[in-house]
């Protein structure tokens, strides 16, 4: 018997939102990690609008704000104006952001705005060091054994707006004609954003970018610290110095640990193969002879250890290659590098909580 085509709305519901979700949704465990890290940032949320006590109108719950930001870089949402449009008829998103099927979706200027107060505050960098955190406590992490590598973000801003620097008014007549000019961030930079630079690596072509940079640990790939810098040939090495130095720092007791650093050739520099060693850190830099010394030693390289560090190191691809593809990290959708920053950093978050999520099974599987 043929049904009828009729569409019939009931005028209530006693189901829940948590009803529609299926129990073996990846996002289910994903939730449970963010809620956890997001509890233990309460006090940094309160901090935050301490300002605000005297009343006003409410402004987004930093807690949905920042899982928004969130479940924008998992499912690969454009914008916050189509993030907004998914999460008003998108039953999956407003459950794991925290809004109930009848609550008002916020406008996307107003959204905009308010994830502004979170780099103030480094809200997104707390929240990636609760991530980092819950890690250590289920022993995914070795603390030891590290790498460090940096990749291109290509800026939201074109080659046209590139132009020479104390340029008067609204005179272009430089914009969009590059033959036989000389182009450097010295004398040219851009209209739309300031802190992009022009910067080409390898056979690459010569693009307005930023640069991203990661400190992962060996045992699982795990993202521990991640930075963007302006896009310079120095950048990745003092990058490095800093998020090792921050590892090291990160150590429990008092007692001196080598520890090492995994890279690839373009990080074999006397000066900063000696820079490690002055933080007592082994470095397990590729070596670089193409018709040069290399400032690692045979020692090293010849060590087992030194084999294993070149083979995790390779590790760090996975989580660059997760954020550009699904990230939106090739080409950075924001513009100035505090708010590049934060996106990055956000993104790489969103790569560890995908990462423990699979772990997780692993170990449930390895128990079965």
Do not use: C
């Not at 010849?302 to 691809?317: F, M, N, T, W």
């Amino acid at each position: 018997m043929r049904g009828a085509d009729t569409f019939t709305e009931s005028l209530f519901t006693m189901r829940h939102l948590d009803d529609f979700v299926p129990a073996d949704h990846p996002l289910r465990v994903i939730r449970i990690m963010v809620n956890k890290a997001l509890a233990n940032m309460d006090d940094l949320f309160g901090q935050m609008y301490a300002a605000d006590i005297k009343g006003g109108r409410p402004s987004i719950a930093p807690e949905k704000l920042l899982r928004a930001m969130l479940i924008q870089v998992l499912y690969s949402v454009r914008s916050e104006r189509q993030l907004m449009e998914q999460t008003q008829y998108n039953l999956l998103l407003r459950w794991f952001i925290g809004l109930a099927m009848d609550d008002a979706v916020w406008v996307p200027t107003v959204f905009s705005k308010n994830r502004e107060r979170l780099i103030e505050h480094d809200a997104v960098i707390e929240l990636f060091n609760q991530i980092v955190q819950q890690a250590q406590e289920q022993e995914l992490l070795s603390g030891e054994h590290f790498s460090v590598d940096g990749t291109l973000i290509q800026a939201w801003a074109g080659h046209k707006s590139f132009v020479r620097k104390g340029r008067q008014g609204d005179d272009d007549t430089d914009a969009g004609n590059f033959k036989d000019q000389k182009r450097s961030n010295d004398t040219h930079e851009s209209t739309t954003d300031g802190d992009a630079r022009l910067y080409r690596k390898g056979k690459t072509a010569s693009e307005l970018r930023f640069m991203g940079h990661t400190l992962t640990d060996n045992r699982h790939g795990l993202v521990v610290s991640a930075v963007v810098t302006q896009a310079d040939g120095y950048a990745e090495r003092e990058a490095a110095k800093a998020m090792i130095n921050d590892a090291r720092q990160a150590l429990p007791g008092d007692e001196p640990i080598t520890i090492t650093l995994g890279a690839d050739k373009g990080y074999d520099a006397k000066e900063f193969i000696e820079a490690l060693q002055e933080m007592n850190v082994l470095p397990h830099v590729a070596q670089n002879k193409s018709g040069r010394q290399s400032a690692v030693s045979d020692r090293i390289a010849d060590s087992q250890g030194y084999a294993i560090s070149q083979q995790k190191r390779k590790l760090i691809e996975q989580g660059f290659g997760w954020a550009k593809t699904v990230g939106h990290m090739r080409k950075v959708l924001v513009r100035g590098i505090k708010k590049v920053d934060q996106m990055f950093v956000l993104t790489m978050a969103g790569y560890n909580l995908t990462r423990l999520r699979s772990l997780g099974q692993i170990r449930l599987q390895g128990l079965a």
